[in-house]
């Protein structure tokens, strides 16, 4: 039987991720994954590419890495055009949109090919697991098992990459570096999202309420926990808020009064990097919890409690933030000895 994705088919999909609750940014990130795989059959099509992923003479650019980068793109043999913006949450906007259906139909030779082509393409293992299984959850939803590809083997690493661990003494020059440029929000934002281990899409819940009752109730992923806010951050919290004349509802909002952005929160930090002193590897919202998952386990040595404060429902994932680096990976070798 042969198979084919329309933009129909994609609707429908994004309907029922929708209504299975999944968040915005992840619906998102799974439909511009289903159309990066989309305009890469476009290009085997065109004869740019062949299925095993390979780039044909006088390909040009390849429009799979466009999609998958988010940039805009004119078009692949007509059936992509910029833009359509479907409606509710407008998770379609600034993305290609089908017009018709993919030039060649999915089977699994096309899935497996996609593989092919991410892993010659350079991206991470882990990445491309992510795509695979955004492709495989939308076959999934087709019933069209028989596409389904295999993930790629990864062992665990018993280690973390060193370049890409926030030490305290980074994350101290960061706050330092905020409070000299008078950025007071982004100094208290960062203190914030470490002391609490939030994540950043959990910044919204951090509240004029939340710091009253020093708790802040987080719903996201389907799951509803509390964390406590410490009596520290609750004053600085409040002598904000009071200084921006903040009385009620979110605590970091822009000028216009909405609450900052993934990308503007991440833009804000990486500008501190170079006054800091701090490789911009290293400087990401989720590097705060991890630094303040690794000092929280120094402190209470407890692995399940750890999980239930950072929200993780499986204990293998907490374990990837208490990895050590391969800087004292390698001394703990050097310990045992056993070179004469």
Not at 229 to 235: A, D, R, W, Y
Not at 252 to 269: A, D, N
Not at 272 to 283: E, I
Request: with cysteine; net charge positive; charged share 30%.
């Amino acid at each position: 039987m042969a198979y084919w994705i329309t933009e129909e088919k994609m609707t429908s999909y994004r309907e029922h991720m929708v209504q299975e609750e999944l968040a915005p940014d992840t619906i998102k990130k799974y439909l511009r994954d289903i159309r990066a795989f989309a305009a890469w059959l476009e290009e085997c099509a065109a004869g740019r590419r062949g299925k095993n992923g390979e780039i044909s003479p006088g390909g040009g650019q390849a429009g799979a890495e466009e999609v998958l980068s988010g940039r805009e793109q004119p078009g692949t043999e007509q059936r992509f055009s910029a833009g359509k913006l479907l409606p509710d949450d407008g998770i379609h906007k600034s993305e290609a949109s089908l017009e018709e259906k993919t030039a060649i139909p999915v089977d699994k030779e096309a899935s497996t090919g996609w593989k092919t082509h991410l892993t010659k393409a350079g991206y991470a293992p882990s990445t491309i697991n992510a795509m695979l299984s955004s492709l495989n959850g939308f076959f999934e939803f087709l019933g069209w098992e028989e596409c389904r590809v295999k993930f790629l083997k990864i062992q665990r690493r018993a280690f973390r990459e060193q370049e890409k661990e926030l030490s305290r003494t980074e994350y101290e020059r960061l706050l330092k570096t905020a409070r000299a440029n008078g950025n007071s929000r982004l100094a208290l934002l960062l203190e914030t999202i470490c002391a609490t281990g939030i994540r950043v899409s959990e910044v919204k819940y951090i509240t004029v309420e939340a710091f009253s009752r020093r708790r802040a109730d987080i719903s996201l992923k389907g799951k509803i926990r509390t964390i406590l806010l410490p009596g520290k951050l609750c004053k600085k919290l409040r002598d904000y808020a009071r200084k921006q004349n903040i009385t009620t509802g979110e605590i970091f909002i822009t000028r216009k009064g909405t609450g900052m952005s993934r990308c503007q929160i991440w833009r804000e930090m990486k500008k501190l990097c170079g006054k800091a002193g701090v490789n911009p590897s290293k400087v990401f919202p989720h590097n705060l919890r991890h630094l303040f998952a690794r000092t929280f386990y120094k402190i209470c040595r407890d692995i399940v409690k750890l999980a239930d404060v950072l929200g993780h429902s499986r204990i293998e994932t907490t374990r990837i933030y208490l990895m050590s680096t391969g800087e004292n990976h390698a001394q703990q070798m050097e310990k045992l000895g056993l070179v004469s």
